[in-house]
């Protein structure tokens, strides 16, 4: 029990001198500035280590612009701080963060490291926003990201979501919600020499409803997007949005199926008479892209050049569930039903969207009730 308490001791001092240490750095970082303390909004003033370089702090620095009922506006200096000399190293005014009906809860330093270049190491600002509103709960999560340039800091990724919520209900069960949450990826490739960020995005869509019996109950329905942040020169920004989609293989050839360099390309790779688990992402005039080939023993098969092509005729999915065909994708009507466990032609694709043909009927039918395992079906 000394020993513990001895530790809580230990812990208390240590917690008291980092906040002294920490209100210390604040003050000389907005004298520095030449603020005036009064503006400053002590709420989201925040300092954290930089991810990248443990000899540097990145410190957010709010100041008040307008105050007024329940509008805030603020101006944030983002600053990086020598942690030897307790000097500003590099800097970058924020304007116009602003909390009204959408309420600004909170700005927080991201601890992720993103090397966006092979020179260049970002750090994260996150906003959190949200509503009071009980039937219509909304709120959201953005991240900036910031590279040091010169005595300065660039900002190359603009407040793009990472979370985002939304529901409508009736405020004791009855209702949906939409759900988002985004993962930042580096890849290798890059675009004006920056790499390009690959975002999983993926999509929790809620129903909440009373059962027969009186008890609130739900089901989700998962969903992922995919898309792609490259950098234009100046900042990123968003193309190729796209999803993954799991197929097999249905019909080998004399000599296999093959993968092509581009559509109706050199073949690049031939598969053999076995069961592979293909990964695709678009689709075009009948081809798809494949980025991930897999054995249904686990085995990877590597793709020359990372990525190949398939044609249509040559792989196929089947139904994890009875599944609704729509006549087009999200809010088309029903033109036929695929019973569960069925196989099915793939033909297109359009984000979480699948075209199939199944019995002479063509149509559209949610990536999340298909399987792509050629010997197990799919949850």
Request: hydrophobic fraction near 35%; include cysteine.
């Amino acid at each position: 029990m000394k020993m513990r308490f001895g530790l809580f001791i230990i812990l208390i001092v240590m917690g008291i001198t980092a906040f002294a240490q920490d209100s210390t750095l604040i003050n000389s970082v907005i004298n520095q500035l030449n603020l005036d303390q009064s503006q400053i909004y002590y709420e989201f003033v925040s300092s954290k280590t930089n991810p990248s370089n443990a000899n540097e702090t990145v410190v957010v620095i709010p100041e008040i612009i307008i105050q007024e009922d329940d509008y805030l506006e603020l101006n944030c200096y983002i600053l990086v701080v020598s942690v030897e000399t307790g000097e500003i190293t590099h800097k970058y005014i924020d304007r116009g963060w602003t909390s009204d009906a959408v309420m600004l809860s909170k700005i927080e330093i991201d601890n992720s490291i993103y090397e966006v270049s092979d020179n260049d190491h970002a750090f994260g600002i996150k906003g959190q926003y949200y509503t009071q509103s009980q039937p219509n709960p909304y709120s959201y999560t953005d991240v900036s990201l910031f590279v040091q340039s010169g005595n300065s800091l660039k900002k190359v990724l603009n407040s793009y979501d990472v979370k985002n919520y939304s529901a409508e209900w009736d405020t004791h069960c009855v209702g949906t919600s939409t759900e988002y949450n985004n993962t930042l990826h580096i890849t290798p490739n890059q675009s004006n020499s920056y790499y390009d960020i690959f975002v999983d995005k993926r999509i929790t869509e809620r129903r909440s409803y009373w059962t027969e019996y009186g008890d609130c109950d739900d089901e989700d329905e998962v969903l992922t997007i995919n898309t792609m942040l490259k950098f234009n020169g100046a900042n990123y920004v968003e193309c190729d949005t796209f999803s993954t989609l799991e197929v097999y293989v249905t019909y080998f050839g004399e000599n296999g199926a093959d993968i092509k360099e581009e559509p109706k390309g050199k073949t690049i790779l031939n598969l053999d008479d076995d069961e592979f688990i293909l990964t695709v992402t678009e689709a075009q005039y009948g081809w798809f892209k494949v980025i991930n080939i897999m054995g249904v023993e686990g085995n990877k098969v590597d793709i020359p050049n990372a990525y190949g092509w398939i044609h249509s005729s040559l792989i196929g999915v089947s139904t994890s569930k009875e599944t609704e065909i729509l006549g087009d994708p999200d809010k088309g009507n029903i033109v036929g039903v695929i019973p569960k466990e069925t196989s099915i032609k793939i033909v297109d694709k359009y984000l979480y969207w699948v075209e199939v043909e199944y019995n002479g009927i063509s149509g559209w039918v949610k990536s999340s009730m298909l399987c792509g395992n050629p010997v197990t079906t799919c949850p």
